[in-house]
């Protein structure tokens, strides 16, 4: 175990976003996180002040003040790192920033590698991997969905499960083990029944965990979505009413920090993203119909096709016969139907055959609340049930857990056989492993560095 790996260097590194804000924070941890700050603090003798206390003052380069300041001080190991750790606020101009943290550097600590702060936080046992890896996901969530979901593996719902599941297996390796002690006397400490069901067990909840990877990894990247159809159909008015009215949604939050993102929707906390649109953007080449090849790659790269058809062009037969060619891999797909302000009732009615077909006027932005809900309902597993149910959002965590369900079918299969006990111990031990992994009482350099330079520096 790697708890109170204490680090000897002091590293620093601003900790908000760059650009102009009111104020901006330099974060330091390390044993000498505060000597260092006190020695270009006037203010405060800040080594006498407690733990979890405010200080103003001035950032001083021999007499020149580099600016007025509020020092917030962290004493090990009460702080995000458990080391010593100092929070600077100043005034927010990247020349001011830079100025401080240059003289931080002077007087000795060094620039904080990406993530560094959260790894260190890891490594002194302030949480587990899964939960440093939610930290990221945190930063980055967009939508209240990715937010909750984040949220709950950071407090640990995930590594609780994780861990129960291990701590049930460590159990039982532990009483083979000792059967290995005794082989003399061909003793049984373990149940081998008891065993088998605890497998069985561990390994519908593992499948379960991988089943929510499909919504968890909708939740956190988003649906690829295409939209595709005959040239003139209506794909490049439809995309742009769609994304205007995104837009204003976004534009209409007061105070709202997040950006429009281009291409993307959002619909009750899940993104759908527009792949390729920029071939719909242009208007102007009408004539040049995609290519059947160009057709099929799009199709390829996105997990749910909007497909759209003039209604007054085309025939019910026409467009199912050009459905069944579009997706022989039978993805998710809406039918819609566009231009049915061109069209009667009767016209709309020869269509019905079409299953789940979703009638539009994407020039006046007729039925556009139906048309999202069903994209909504295509990538809906069933009921969202994010409060009760944990989820899978980590490619890390699918493969570790990939990993733990083979080594336990291959449990299986030995105790079926009948193998020797040091064989079975051995598959046990590969899926503590795996699962070890997952939250990070197995470690690797690679694995860590892998994990903790996706974060940005200072965090
Ligand atoms: P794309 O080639 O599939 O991208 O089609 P466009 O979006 O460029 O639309 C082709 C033509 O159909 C344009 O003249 C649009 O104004 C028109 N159009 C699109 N949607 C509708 C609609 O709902 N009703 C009517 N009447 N015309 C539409």
Known sequence: MLHNLHSTDTIVAVATAPGVGAIAVIRLSGPEAISITDSVFRGKDLLQQASHTLHFGTIRDGEKVLDEVLVSLFVAPHSYTKENVVEISCHGSDFIVQQIIQLLLKKGARLANAGEFTKRAFLNGQFDLAQAEAVADLIASDSALSHEVAMKQMRGGFSQEIKRLRGELVHFASMIELELDFA?????????????????????????????????????????????????????TLLNKLLNEEKAIVSDVPGTTRDFIEDEINIEGITFRFIDTAGLRETTDKVEAIGVERTMQKLSQSSLIIYLFDITEVTAAEVQAELDRLNPKKLPLIAVANKIDQATPEKLQRFESIAGLVPISAAEGANLEELKQALIEKVNFGKLNTRNQTIVTNLRHVDSLHKTYAALDDVLNGLALGISNDLVAADIRRALYALGEITGEITTDDLLDNIFTKFCIGK
């Not at 373990?190 to 929510?212: F, M, T, V, Y």
């Not at 919504?215 to 209506?234: D, M, R, Y």
Request: glycine fraction near 8%; proline fraction near 4%; aromatic fraction near 4%.
């Open 184 to 236: 003399e006397e061909d003793v049984e400490f373990a149940d081998r029944e008891q065993l088998r069901a605890l497998i069985n067990n561990i390994q519908r909840i593992i499948r379960d965990l991988l089943k929510s990877f499909e919504l968890g990894n909708v939740i956190k990247n988003g649906v690829p979505t295409v939209i595709v159809g005959k040239p003139n159909a209506g794909k490049s």
